[in-house]
């Protein structure tokens, strides 16, 4: 699996993540990144232990739209199975961090998680080749959220790891963060692409 679990820390198994297992026949060899629970308040860490949400008025996701990408994903929530964020199985649907903001909160970071399967047909596959100033739309109950990307990079796995804190905030601003698997050697991926966007209009 990677990085121990041991506390502090926070695996995130999956895209954020990698995969515990793989999501289907074509799906690639599991990969996690360690991201220390201190990226989040308490208030948060203890709605994701307790197995809930952190509340806001803004309803959860239930579609991402990405056009430069032709993405039209359905999503899911996702929480913790003991240390470890599984993204959902289906490789063609992206998971939502329920430990994280809702889309349309006044503050904080959502975080949206995706597969990318090195044969194709990952909802994330192409995340890499967004530029900033790209949409991204997020459908929930009641309305859509639009994003603008700010941001596109591709950090190695203890990158991530070491910026976690600031990637995956839960106060400030809010914005929308999403996260694939990059780099793929035969056997495993190395690196995770880190998409940050904001909320416009």
């Given at each position: 699996?990677?990085?121990?679990?041991?506390?502090?820390?926070?695996i995130?198994?999956?895209v954020?993540?990698?995969?515990?297992?793989?999501?289907?026949?074509?799906?690639?060899?599991?990969?996690?990144?360690?991201?220390?629970?201190?990226?989040?308040?308490?208030?948060?860490?203890?709605?994701?232990?307790?197995?809930?949400?952190?509340?806001?008025?803004?309803?959860?996701?239930?579609?991402?739209?990405?056009?430069?990408?032709?993405?039209?994903?359905?999503?899911?929530?996702?929480?913790?199975?003991?240390?470890?964020?599984?993204?959902?199985?289906?490789?063609?649907?992206?998971?939502?961090?329920?430990?994280?903001?809702?889309?349309?909160?006044?503050?904080?970071t959502?975080?949206?998680?995706?597969?990318?399967?090195?044969?194709?047909?990952?909802?994330?596959?192409?995340?890499?080749?967004?530029?900033?100033?790209?949409?991204?739309?997020?459908?929930?109950?009641?309305?859509?959220?639009?994003?603008?990307?700010?941001?596109?990079?591709?950090?190695?796995?203890?990158?991530?790891?070491?910026?976690?804190?600031?990637?995956?905030?839960?106060?400030?601003?809010?914005?929308?963060?999403?996260?694939?698997?990059?780099?793929?050697?035969?056997?495993?991926?190395?690196?995770?692409?880190v998409?940050?966007?904001?909320?416009?209009?």
């Amino acid at each position: 699996m990677g990085a121990a679990l041991t506390a502090p820390v926070l695996i995130l198994s999956g895209v954020l993540v990698g995969m515990r297992g793989e999501p289907t026949p074509r799906a690639t060899s599991p990969r996690t990144v360690a991201v220390p629970q201190a990226s989040t308040p308490a208030s948060a860490r203890a709605a994701v232990r307790d197995g809930g949400a952190v509340t806001h008025r803004a309803a959860r996701p239930r579609l991402v739209v990405v056009p430069a990408l032709g993405v039209r994903a359905a999503v899911a929530p996702i929480g913790l199975d003991g240390h470890s964020l599984t993204p959902p199985a289906d490789p063609t649907r992206v998971g939502w961090w329920t430990g994280g903001a809702r889309p349309g909160a006044p503050s904080g970071t959502a975080v949206l998680t995706g597969h990318t399967v090195h044969t194709g047909g990952g909802a994330f596959d192409r995340l890499d080749e967004l530029v900033p100033g790209d949409d991204v739309r997020v459908r929930r109950t009641g309305g859509t959220v639009a994003y603008e990307v700010r941001s596109v990079e591709v950090l190695s796995r203890a990158e991530l790891a070491h910026r976690s804190a600031g990637i995956f905030r839960q106060v400030g601003a809010p914005r929308l963060v999403l996260v694939t698997c990059e780099d793929w050697d035969g056997t495993a991926y190395r690196s995770n692409v880190v998409v940050s966007a904001e909320p416009v209009g």
